[in-house]
């Protein structure tokens, strides 16, 4: 799945609830299936991207994440990330290790690029190392005092999750993290700070509601 197929591939809808659409696609060599969640956020471009910037409070949001370590980080924009999610018992929990980047993905929409690095680190034997993994998030200001959030990603647990498990629970991940996501950011007590640097290397452009 690379970035084009993410912004733009064969998407079929599969179920919405509390707001939130959730779409598959098959992924080409693999029979693990892509997702992608979809809704609408209303604050502002800003809050989302210090949310992201925010690392501390993933727990609170990001589904089944059990631990996570930054491993590098470049110029406030690009992170190498390790994190650690939950699994039903007796499987091993995953080890996801992901690089990030923000870019611009048009029309004032800001991206939040994920590819795994697998081979960042040793393998840890206490961690199943999940060996392919990549995403994106998309926020794209709608000019009403909303952000359209995209949240597309193609995980492959491993060969000791059976591809029909996989693809029978793969609607959990985005629709759980995009709904806590959106009540953390919509809760007024909750205001990460805003990270400055990020505007030497990428140009935030705030959504301005429409005049009634």
Known sequence: MDIAMILQGNWDFRVEHKGIKIYSSRVSGSDVCGFRGETEVPVSLKKLISLFHDMANYPRWVHQLADMDILEKTDGVEYVMRQIINTPWPLQKREIILRTGLVSAGDNAIGVTMKGEPDYLPDNPKYHRVRHSMGMWVF?????????TSFVMHVDPGKDVPAPVSNAGMFEVPFYSLNNMRNLVMNSSY??????????????????????
């Not at 794209?140 to 952000?147: A, D, N």
């Open 140 to 148: 794209t200001p709608t000019g009403h005092g909303t952000i359209h």
């Open 191 to 212: 205001n990460p700070p805003y990270p400055e640097e990020i505007e030497e290397h990428i140009s935030i452009v705030e959504d301005v509601p429409d005049k009634p």
